[in-house]
């Protein structure tokens, strides 16, 4: 039996792998131009750490962590998310108190979640975490920063952002017991992770997906009734700063996110276009979390992208890509070594562009085969004649597709014309 990859666990072919770099790219200078600095975080954190983060009684730690112990019996965890690590990053090389951090990361996060499109075993986050800093001007910023990749990459149209406030612990718990007490008069009608939920964390019966349990909810408390004056004003002045800086969103009080951590702010990033896995970026604010690790109380901020399901959606909205601009065809084995050699000095000339050389024999006719469907600009020709004459054949494999004649001395100077032209 042939091997394949464990079940969830994606390859990313060369296209597919091209378009995550895109994204990466564009998400790298966005954060640099907002004064984030990157930071790298281990992908193995100790089991207790997200135990004590994320919660004991979320989807993630229930069901979804890939836990085991290492030879010396210690419980290791590969991390599901990247902001409970962040933090005990943060307090662990002294970057809390009394000052003031904006971070980000990115790198392979793990869940054992059923696989489907968007949803994977292994799958790629970029986040960005902020320290020291209570007001909403901060939330506002990483929403302003994420609109801003999202035009970058073209998807602004295809994203829509949904906010909400937690309020206060206090205000929740109180929210809490009243949404149970109401909730369990309809035990018997509620979807069965709702049933479970009812006990464990009544607040994800919100984001429920039966629409039985959403019709039952509509009679529920809400949280908004318990919310603290603090917490109201933080949603109004983070709403204010959104409506100055031209960002549209839309207040839903079911999101409440899948981690423990969360106070106040909390917000999705929401598609239509790839199904049921619409969430391409979340976050919120977790003010209480630092202490909570044994820290100075220190408040924070952040978000998460996840880049397969953003890749997703860029795929569609690409044009096939190519994978050369020049391309080098010969025959005979004095002819490719003059391709190897002119090809040499056209990348000398010409950086930022891909010249390949057709390795190997075969007819010229194969040969421009796939020259044009390499989707080059250009392609060289270097048969017995050329050689002679010290001369190469340029086919222009765009509309019109003109032939010439040139001297080899020319070439480097010729392609750099071209291409400079072009632009
Ligand atoms: P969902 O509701 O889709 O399960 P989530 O609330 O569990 O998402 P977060 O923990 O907030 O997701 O992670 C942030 C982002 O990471 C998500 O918005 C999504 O884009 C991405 N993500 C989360 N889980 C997966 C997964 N299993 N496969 C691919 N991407 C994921
Ligand atoms: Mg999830």
Same mark, same amino acid.
């Given at each position: 039996?042939?091997?394949?990859?464990?079940?969830?666990?994606?390859?990313?072919? @060369?296209?597919?792998?091209?378009?995550?770099?895109?994204?990466?790219?564009?998400?790298?200078?966005?954060?640099?131009?907002? &004064?984030?600095?990157?930071?790298?975080?281990?992908?193995?954190?100790?089991?207790?750490?997200?135990?004590?983060?994320?919660?004991?009684? /979320?989807?993630?730690?229930?069901?979804?962590?890939?836990?085991?112990?290492?030879?010396? $019996?210690?419980?290791? /965890?590969?991390? @599901?998310?990247?902001?409970?690590?962040?933090?005990?990053?943060?307090?662990?090389?002294?970057?809390?108190?009394?000052?003031?951090?904006?971070?980000?990361?990115? $790198?392979?996060?793990?869940?054992?979640?059923?696989?489907?499109?968007?949803?994977?075993?292994?799958?790629?986050?970029?986040?960005?975490?902020?320290?020291?800093?209570?007001? @909403?001007?901060?939330?506002?910023?990483?929403?302003?920063?994420?609109?801003? =990749?999202?035009?970058?990459?073209?998807?602004?149209?295809?994203?829509?952002?949904?906010?909400?406030?937690? &309020?206060? @612990?206090?205000?929740?718990?109180?929210?809490?017991? %009243?949404?149970? &007490?109401?909730?369990?008069?309809?035990?018997?009608?509620?979807?069965?992770?709702?049933?479970?939920? #009812? /006990?464990?964390?009544?607040?994800? =019966?919100?984001?429920?997906?039966?629409?039985?349990?959403?019709?039952?909810?509509?009679?529920?408390?809400?949280?908004?009734?318990?919310?603290?004056?603090?917490?109201?004003?933080?949603?109004?002045?983070?709403?204010?700063?959104?409506?100055?800086?031209?960002?549209?969103?839309?207040?839903?009080?079911?999101?409440?996110?899948? #981690?423990?951590?969360?106070? %106040? /702010?909390?917000?999705?990033?929401?598609?239509?276009?790839?199904?049921?896995?619409?969430?391409?970026?979340?976050? $919120?604010?977790?003010?209480?979390?630092?202490?909570?690790?044994?820290?100075?109380?220190?408040?924070?901020?952040?978000?998460?992208?996840?880049?397969?399901?953003?890749?997703?959606?860029?795929?569609?909205?690409?044009?096939?890509? %190519?994978?050369?601009?020049?391309?080098?065809?010969?025959?005979?084995?004095?002819?490719?070594?003059?391709? #190897?050699?002119?090809?040499?000095?056209?990348?000398?000339?010409?950086?930022?562009?891909?010249?390949?050389?057709?390795?190997?024999? &075969?007819?010229?006719?194969?040969?421009?085969?796939?020259?044009?469907?390499?989707?080059?600009?250009?392609?060289?020709?270097?048969?017995?004649?050329?050689?002679?004459? $010290?001369?190469?054949? =340029?086919?222009? #494999?765009?509309?019109?597709?003109?032939?010439?004649? =040139?001297?080899?001395?020319?070439?480097?100077?010729?392609?750099?014309?071209?291409?400079? %032209?072009?632009?």
């Amino acid at each position: 039996m042939k091997i394949q990859a464990v079940r969830g666990m994606q390859d990313l072919l @060369p296209a597919q792998k091209k378009i995550s770099r895109t994204i990466e790219d564009v998400v790298r200078e966005v954060l640099a131009a907002y &004064g984030y600095r990157e930071i790298g975080l281990p992908q193995l954190e100790q089991t207790e750490l997200f135990k004590r983060v994320v919660g004991e009684n /979320t989807d993630i730690v229930e069901k979804e962590m890939y836990t085991f112990d290492d030879r010396n $019996g210690e419980s290791l /965890t590969l991390r @599901p998310e990247g902001t409970a690590g962040c933090v005990r990053f943060a307090e662990q090389n002294g970057l809390l108190f009394n000052q003031v951090q904006r971070l980000w990361y990115s $790198g392979a996060m793990f869940r054992y979640e059923r696989p489907q499109k968007g949803r994977y075993r292994q799958f790629d986050q970029i986040g960005a975490e902020c320290f020291g800093m209570p007001g @909403p001007d901060v939330d506002a910023e990483l929403l302003l920063m994420n609109a801003r =990749i999202w035009r970058k990459l073209g998807l602004d149209g295809d994203i829509r952002l949904e906010l909400n406030s937690l &309020g206060n @612990p206090d205000a929740r718990v109180k929210f809490k017991e %009243k949404l149970a &007490g109401y909730l369990q008069a309809y035990e018997q009608d509620l979807d069965e992770d709702s049933q479970r939920r #009812l /006990t464990s964390n009544p607040l994800r =019966i919100l984001d429920s997906k039966s629409s039985k349990t959403q019709e039952i909810l509509r009679g529920a408390p809400v949280l908004s009734d318990f919310m603290d004056n603090e917490s109201k004003q933080h949603f109004e002045g983070l709403r204010r700063l959104l409506d100055d800086n031209g960002i549209a969103y839309e207040v839903n009080p079911n999101i409440v996110r899948g #981690l423990d951590y969360y106070n %106040k /702010t909390v917000f999705e990033w929401i598609t239509t276009t790839l199904g049921s896995q619409g969430t391409v970026c979340g976050g $919120g604010r977790y003010d209480g979390l630092v202490e909570q690790l044994g820290g100075k109380p220190s408040p924070g901020v952040g978000f998460a992208m996840g880049l397969d399901r953003l890749s997703l959606m860029l795929a569609e909205k690409m044009e096939s890509s %190519k994978d050369a601009d020049v391309y080098v065809v010969s025959q005979g084995n004095a002819a490719r070594a003059t391709a #190897l050699r002119l090809a040499e000095s056209i990348r000398d000339q010409l950086s930022g562009k891909k010249v390949v050389v057709h390795c190997g024999d &075969g007819k010229f006719k194969s040969q421009m085969k796939k020259a044009d469907a390499s989707g080059a600009d250009l392609a060289l020709v270097l048969g017995e004649d050329e050689v002679a004459a $010290g001369t190469v054949s =340029i086919k222009s #494999l765009r509309e019109g597709g003109e032939q010439s004649t =040139i001297s080899q001395e020319t070439l480097a100077q010729y392609c750099l014309d071209y291409f400079s %032209k072009e632009n």
